[in-house]
């Protein structure tokens, strides 16, 4: 059963916590009239009236990119995409154009970005409503402001002025913006976050559905000064500002008794997700060390790439069964400079949790391979230059690459490199199934189970232990 308040009530809420400067309307912008040069003008004249919701965005993560975390065994730390490793494109520094292309601002270009001026906060790329707002792949968070070529298509500029008259509430077209494209393309990253979510059935993702909840983002990611509940785990282990299931629904939400007492130790996502990538495939591995080689492959099963001369091999997975884990909504994480094993896989977030700890649940994964550069020298991951002139992707020069990178990131190089097997952790929240396709007993149980018992901390199936039969579970399910 879904948490719910009488309409009057909410309204009251709604009215009660609304801004003092609320979003105008449509007809109210009509004095937007422009023209405008760039972004940052527009900018200009919307902090006329919403300078407060500016400098409110500033505070929040989609702006620093660096919020503070509590890392497992670190204690509190600035962590985000800001500073992160990862084993896709490794890391933002010394990549700032490309990969700031998705940051909510303009003109990310360098480590000397000022973070305090409001006029570089990126309005339009929550709030615009007509679809033609795009930022430019590697302009800093910039949309082009004259004809512009790039991967062979020209992008024409846009009416900024008519694009501001026409702003309000985000929708998923501006939040899948850049959610849905994390990691260079749909669904690479996530594996549960990608375009077929624009309009998607109800099979596909009950809440948004458009036959079914057709839920908007932040119907769940609820929004408070424009800090948006929720965080992925990768870029934020420990924080404070997670959103689960029960943040709507109660704890005890099934009639059968045997599921509500599953609920107290397996989170909702387990039973009903059962598989992730259902719609686009997902990358799930990704190997650094075969880049720069002249070879030719075929697509695989999926229509996907399996090679690319500038990033390595690739392999994809769709319809793909997650990887399960305790976890008690805090992580472990990889921080620069860390020390590492090369002949052991690198992790570069967990979750944290066990099976005796009260707090932990049972929750589903994406789990990401990589093989990535690492200093043989320090034995510590590398935080390579790859766009650019001077970068990998034009040089395919690893050495130079990678003392270009470390130097932009404060770390000594020892100027031998070599390359490792990591690891990281995706938490999966979306794509959620109708209830009549969410996991059975024996999905889990059994012989053919999907379970690693071990991992999970058990000697074996705990009902096979109990000495459970699956008739007897069967029964169970039906009272």
């Known amino acids: 059963m879904r948490k719910s308040l009488p309409m009057l009530a909410l309204l009251l809420i709604v009215v009660a916590a609304a801004p003092a400067v609320a979003m105008k309307t449509i007809d109210e912008h009509q004095d937007l009239t422009g023209p405008f040069a760039d972004g940052p003008a527009v900018t200009a004249a919307c902090l006329d009236c919403h300078e ?16 503070m975390q509590n890392v497992l065994g670190k204690g509190q730390v600035p962590l985000g995409k800001k500073n992160a490793v990862n084993n896709f494109c490794i890391a933002v520094d010394s990549n700032w154009p490309r990969c700031t292309s998705c940051h909510a601002g303009y003109g990310w270009t360098d480590g000397g970005f000022d973070f305090t001026d409001a006029t570089k906060v990126d309005c339009l790329v929550c709030h615009d409503q007509t679809g033609k707002y795009r930022k430019f792949p590697t302009g800093a968070g910039h949309p082009v ?17 008519s694009i501001a008259r026409a702003v309000g509430a985000p929708t998923r077209v501006n939040c899948g913006a850049c959610h849905f494209s994390g990691g260079g393309g749909n669904n690479v990253k996530h594996g549960d976050m990608e375009l077929a979510l624009l309009r998607p059935t109800r099979e596909l993702d009950v809440h948004m559905g458009t036959d079914g909840g057709n839920f908007s983002c932040q119907e769940c990611h609820t929004t408070e000064s424009h800090d948006i509940r929720g965080n992925a785990m990768f870029a934020s282990p420990g924080g404070t500002n997670h959103l689960e299931c029960t943040s709507c629904h109660e704890e005890d939400v099934h009639a059968k008794r045997i599921l509500n007492w599953h609920g107290k130790s397996i989170a ?86 066990s099976r005796v700890d009260p707090r932990s649940k049972i929750f589903p994964f994406k789990v990401m391979l990589a093989v990535q550069p690492y200093d043989v020298g320090r034995r510590i991951i590398a935080v390579p230059k790859l766009f650019g002139k001077t970068g990998y992707w034009n040089t395919f020069d690893w050495n130079d690459a990678i003392s ?10 020892s100027g031998e490199y070599g390359f490792a097997a990591t690891e990281a952790w995706w938490k999966l929240n979306h794509m959620v199934a109708p209830k009549e396709q969410a996991l059975k007993c024996a999905h889990c149980h059994g012989e053919d189970g999907r379970m690693n018992w071990a991992a999970l901390g058990y000697a074996g199936d705990p009902n096979s232990m109990r000495g459970i039969s699956r008739f007897e579970l069967s029964e169970a399910y039906e009272k």
Request: proline share 8%; with cysteine; charged share 20%.
């Open 52 to 67: 407060d919701a500016a400098h409110d965005f500033m505070k929040t993560s989609h702006w620093t990119w660096q919020p």
């Open 145 to 161: 402001y004259t004809p512009t070529e790039w991967e062979g298509k020209i992008w024409e500029p846009v009416d900024l002025a």
């Open 268 to 353: 909702c996502q387990t039973c009903h997700i059962p598989e992730f990538a259902r719609s686009a495939p997902t990358k799930m591995w990704w190997d650094w060390s075969t880049a720069g080689q002249d070879k030719k492959t075929a697509p695989d099963e999926h229509g996907m790439p399996v090679f690319d001369k500038k990033k390595g091999d690739f392999k994809w997975g769709k319809d793909v069964v997650p990887s399960y884990a305790w976890y008690d909504g805090v992580s472990g994480q990889y921080l620069l400079g860390d020390a590492m094993n090369p002949d052991q896989v690198t992790r570069l977030n967990w979750p944290s949790g």
């Open 404 to 413: 270009q990178g470390m130097a932009s990131v404060g770390q000594q190089y």
